[in-house]
């Protein structure tokens, strides 16, 4: 049976100590002692579902924030199709014709949205494929039992083929969405 030692851990450096003395109260802690219990059941009262700890949070915010920039994307597509006032030829719509100085102030601050959404969505994807690239404990025990290495705390592409196969495949689908959109919204307005 494993057992912990409790006792007094003060510092006495006048008398040069670096522990209790002789005369402290000391102890064992077991896994069936009543300290032990007391400890377990309030930490169980303490309980979180997974989504709500660690890089769980970070991931959701990135999803949410996907999700928010999709629900702005098609909201404005709609507005920019149905208003009558902005003209759809082949396939391209104008949005604004008028004064140059006009025309390139409305330019201007559509390519600041457009660019806060797009690296909205990239830094987003970005935390999520490094959180998916990231190995477990268990998978880190398991390629140490084999005496293979895993890379911790830097983006690995080497971790891919040591990681479950739905991590692997979302990490691919996520670098492939990724950049065509980062691509196609760098072009989506052009002044005339």
């Known amino acids: 049976m494993d057992a912990v030692m409790l006792g007094d851990n003060t510092y006495e450096g006048a008398r040069g ?6 005369s402290s109260p000391k ?9 032990s219990k007391e400890w377990s059941s309030s930490s169980s009262s303490s309980w979180k579902p997974v989504w709500y700890t660690g ?13 928010v920039v999709l629900f702005i994307n098609i909201g404005l597509t709609i507005y920019a199709a149905m208003n009558p006032r902005h003209k759809m030829e ?14 390139r102030a409305i330019g201007r601050w559509l390519h600041l ?17 490094q959180c998916l690239a990231a190995p477990t404990r268990s998978e880190i025990d398991a390629m140490h039992s084999r ?11 080497r971790n891919l083929f040591r990681i479950k196969p739905e991590r692997t495949l979302l990490w691919i689908a996520i670098g492939l969405s990724s950049i065509p959109l980062h691509l196609l919204y760098a072009y989506i307005t052009i002044p005339a």
């Open 113 to 129: 949205g457009i660019n806060a959404l797009s690296t909205l969505l990239l830094s987003g994807s970005n935390y999520t494929q």
């Open 27 to 35: 102890g064992l802690l077991t896994p069936d002692s009543e300290v």
């Open 17 to 22: 100590g670096g522990g209790g003395d002789e």
């Open 55 to 67: 890089w769980h949070t970070g991931v959701l915010a990135c999803a949410t924030s996907a999700v």
């Open 90 to 103: 082949g396939g391209i719509g104008t949005l604004y014709e008028g004064s140059c100085g006009k025309s």
């Open 147 to 157: 005496r293979r290495w895993m890379d911790i705390g830097v983006p690995s592409v």
